[in-house]
């Protein structure tokens, strides 16, 4: 074994540790900021992993979108919530949980046979690939460019209504005096819009 051969074996190694003991992390821990945090790590380590892989291209993509996006909503809608709740005891828990094993050990039993039929040989010899990035990008602005501009004109309207619903403020109800009925509200309530008085009147 070379050198490089030794060092990508202990990158995997270390990547692989560090995805495993952060997931479960993830499960175990009580607090979900932490849990929340853990699993930026998890991404991490998988980018990582994607970089041995010679998949720098996905690596990149796992970062921006899983710990740049998908993570820090996650990270948002805790402190946006920030609600505490005392978990009442669920009936027949322990159905849910020997289900929730099956599943794993079934998962587990289907991973460990893809494992075990895949080729793992490598081939002797290696053909020499284009930067994957390069061509993606050339291809996004000219084979892609109008599903390109599409996705960001979509991903533009997200925000937009993204920004809009965050900025409404809750109203409380009225309390209701006793005996009269309250009709449920299928509208999210809305503070009403103050006129804008001109200036010198």
Request: a negative charge; charged letters at 15%.
């Amino acid at each position: 074994m070379d050198l490089a051969t030794l060092v990508q074996t202990i990158t995997f190694v270390v990547l692989s540790l560090l995805m495993i003991t952060a997931a479960l992390g993830v499960v175990l821990l009580d607090n979900i900021v932490y849990s929340a945090f853990l699993l930026a790590g998890v991404f991490l380590s998988i980018s990582g992993i994607y970089i041995l892989l010679n998949a720098d291209f996905v690596s990149a993509a796992q970062i921006l979108i899983y710990v740049g996006a998908v993570n820090v909503l996650i990270l948002f809608a805790i402190m946006l919530v920030n609600k505490r709740e005392d978990f009442a005891p669920v009936e027949r828990r322990w159905l849910r949980k020997v289900s929730a094993g099956g599943v794993s050990l079934g998962l587990f039993a289907l991973l460990s046979t893809m494992v075990l039929q895949t080729p793992w040989a490598i081939p002797s010899t290696t053909v020499h690939e284009a930067d994957t990035i390069t061509v993606i990008g050339m291809h996004f602005f000219s084979d892609f460019l109008l599903p390109f501009e599409l996705a960001s004109v979509l991903l533009l309207m997200a925000l937009i209504g993204a920004v809009v619903l965050a900025r409404r403020d809750y109203v409380l109800d009225q309390e209701p005096s006793i005996g009269e009925e309250v009709a449920p509200n299928l509208e999210l309530p809305e503070r009403p819009r103050e006129p804008i008085s001109l200036a010198g009147k």
